[in-house]
């Protein structure tokens, strides 16, 4: 069975601070993306950053990057200079065969920013 | 413009009655898809559609059916309702394998 795993069901970060969530996979796929998404109590799932699985660099969007390591299947996202806003559930997300997006969520991690 | 968009937000019914929730989007996109998040917010895939095609269907109730008249429209119909289908419903869209864009979500509550 293709899954994800999020070791860390709660985390918490004081303002300002670097905090990282772990994300472990595993597909059968060769060429996939793999995403973080977030939810905010607000409850909309939005995008936080995506890695193109042939590309080698880590991606960045801003405060947010991963530490992506093909081989050991591994996907983690480094939240620098937290801010009250990156409150939420953050949301692994790996694919699961085919090429029609059909994709499997981690189980989430719930992170708290304290002022 | 909102991308994906789920009608209604919030929905309220009786046990054994049957409802729907609509979905539209206004990307472009060929694929569509109906996720279920629990009270332990796990969310999983229930179905997917492509061009109006019924491309992924996990093991989900067979009083759940998806309807897509076009590629821009995903509804979901639940027939006979039950306790255990409350959740929140959400409805996302994507280019292929590229990144899905969500709606907003449903919360289904069953009394």
């Known amino acids: 069975a293709q899954t994800v795993t999020q070791s860390q069901p709660e985390m918490s970060v004081q303002e300002a601070e670097t905090v990282t969530l772990s994300c472990t996979y595993d597909?059968?796929?060769?060429?996939?993306?793999l995403f973080w998404y977030k939810q905010p109590p607000s409850r909309q799932m939005i995008l936080v950053i995506r890695?193109?699985?042939?590309?080698?660099q880590n991606a960045t969007e801003n405060r947010f990057s991963v530490n992506f390591q093909k081989a050991a299947k591994s996907f983690s996202l480094k939240i620098s200079d937290s801010q009250l806003g990156d409150t939420a559930m953050y949301f692994c997300?790996?694919?699961?065969?085919?090429?029609?997006?059909?994709?499997?969520f981690g189980q989430g991690t719930i992170l708290t920013v304290h002022p | 413009d909102t991308a994906v968009s789920q009608t209604p937000k919030y929905l309220v019914t009786q046990m054994g009655n049957d409802k729907s929730i609509k979905c539209e989007q206004n990307?472009?996109?060929?694929?569509m898809y109906w996720y279920k998040q629990d009270s332990k917010k796990f969310l999983k895939i229930m179905f997917s559609?492509?061009?109006?095609?019924?491309?992924i269907n996990e093991t989900v109730p067979n009083r759940f059916s998806p309807k897509s008249p076009d590629k821009a429209h995903l509804n979901l119909h639940i027939n006979s309702l039950e306790l255990g289908d409350s959740a929140v419903y959400f409805c996302?869209?994507?280019?292929?394998?590229?990144?899905?864009?969500f709606g907003p979500g449903t919360r289904l509550t069953v009394t």
């Open positions: 990307l472009g996109h060929d694929t």
């Open positions: 996302a869209s994507s280019q292929k394998a590229g990144q899905q864009y």
């Open positions: 597909t059968s796929e060769n060429n996939y993306y």
């Open positions: 997300a790996s694919p699961r065969g085919t090429s029609y997006g059909k994709l499997t």
């Open positions: 559609y492509n061009n109006k095609e019924l491309i």
């Open positions: 890695q193109e699985a042939y590309k080698q």
